[in-house]
């Protein structure tokens, strides 16, 4: 999302979200629907992680396979756009 880990705030996290997911949403070209799809998926995931300050205090501290390890057998996150298992 290309944000400053030591300065970014909800609301920059937030308007990053908002234009790389109008930019990536699967809608948007029929043409790159599957690469869009993936892009798509990665920006949400991304934000799911970012607007939670307890998954993003993990990330920061052990990257994403401490996401994958840490969080996944305690709890799951419903957010934006839907369901994700780290």
Known sequence: MNLDRETATHESIASAFRQLALQFHP???KTNLDTN???????????????NKDHKAVFDEMGEAG???GIAA?????G???????
Do not use: H
């Open 27 to 29: 809608m948007g070209s």
């Open 37 to 51: 799809m993936r892009k798509f998926n990665q920006i949400c995931e991304a934000y799911e992680v970012l607007s």
């Open 80 to 86: 934006a756009c839907g369901a994700y298992a780290y």
């Open 67 to 69: 996401l994958k390890t």
């Open 74 to 78: 305690n709890a799951s996150s419903y």
